[in-house]
């Protein structure tokens, strides 16, 4: 279930009495048990006891290594089948502690209360928990649902600038491969600030549910919401794996720049709706130097999507704003094309 506590978190105090755990547990990292977690301890009303379990931050904790410890600690404190695991935090907290959870004992219940936009409008959403491991992105994981996603806008007070807009670029995707309309209200506003995107992240979690609901486990129509991401991941993970780490959503933006060109490529956009979107995208997004990055690494990484099939490094890509085709085979020519147009580009 998807609630919006505009004012406060009824919802949760019910969901917590409903689901009568034997204990909770609050996965946090550094700056949301700074920001977050008093606000969440304030309206949590409960006589069920609560531990704090706090990791820090960043993309680099997504793995193996902090899971283990995060099952180890969940054992000492004698977490039962019936615990409940509450995730506050970005997407690597809601990936990683729904991770954790779904795995732990065979499973225990969770609940993601998001703290980022892109944890808001995508991560929190749909059931998708994992892992990074050897650099590659997401490679371990569960589809497993939280009990609750509760969303409260206001954590976004907190949030620093460029966190802000790397949830934006997955909301550009959504209007991008779903709803055109979505889409130029985002690009037509006068300035990136939490207050300004309020009305526009239900419309994002209301397109992201739709196709979840239309297809869970990934099987043909979910392809649509990794637009962006066949190239934004091998790209986000190179720079993590040469410890200079960019924020995920700069991945996808980049990802939709060139998977944009694609399409362009492969006839299946217009110029016009092609050439729109990718200044669009600019606008927004600072151009990221490739210089020193090997085509034939990000090629290789390409390979390990979960959108491949038979050897085939298949794509999402957009036709027009509003509409999204899947299973696209794209040559490697074609995909260094849009690697070098992307470096280009300014
Ligand atoms: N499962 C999915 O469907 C899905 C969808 C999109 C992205 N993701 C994953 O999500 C991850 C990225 O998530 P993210 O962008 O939220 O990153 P994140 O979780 O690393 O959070 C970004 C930063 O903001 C800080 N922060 C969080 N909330 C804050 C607040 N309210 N005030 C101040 N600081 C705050 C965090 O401590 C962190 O430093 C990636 O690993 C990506 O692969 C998953
Ligand atoms: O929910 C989905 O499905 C998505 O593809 C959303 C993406 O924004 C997100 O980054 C997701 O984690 C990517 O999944 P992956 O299967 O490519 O690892
Ligand atoms: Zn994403």
Known sequence: MLTFA??????????????????????????????????LLGNMETTVPYEILEIEPGEEMKTLNTAAQLWEVLAEFEADRNAVLINLGGGVITDLGGFIASTYKRGIRFINIP?????????????????????????IGTFAEPELTLIFPDFLRTLPFEQLRSGFA????????????????????????????????????????????????????????????????????????????????????LGMICETRLSLLQGLISEEDGEAIIRNICKFFPQISLENISHEQLLTL??????????????????????????????EDNICNALHYYQNLS
């Open 6 to 39: 505009d004012t406060d978190f009824s919802q949760l105090n019910s969901t917590l009495e409903k689901l009568k755990p034997s204990k909770i547990f609050i996965l946090v990292d550094e700056n949301t048990h700074e920001y977050c977690l008093p606000t």
């Open 115 to 139: 703290t980022t936009l892109l944890g808001m409008c995508d991560a929190s959403i749909g059931g998708k928990t994992g892992i990074d491991h050897g650099f590659i992105k997401n490679i």
């Open 170 to 253: 997955e909301m550009l995707k959504h209007g991008l491969i779903a709803d055109k309309q979505h889409w130029e209200h985002l690009i037509t506003l006068p300035e990136l600030k939490a207050e300004q995107l309020y009305p526009y992240i239900r419309r994002s979690c209301e397109i992201k549910l739709d196709v979840v609901k239309a297809d869970f486990h990934e099987k043909n129509i979910r392809k649509t919401l990794n637009f962006g991401h066949t190239i934004g991941h091998a790209v986000e993970s190179l720079f993590l794996e040469t410890g200079k780490p960019i924020l995920h959503g700069e991945a996808v933006a």
């Open 302 to 331: 390409m390979k390990s999507d979960k959108k491949n099939s038979h050897g085939q490094t298949n794509f999402s890509l957009v036709t027009a704003p509003g509409t999204c085709s899947y299973n696209v085979s794209v040559k």
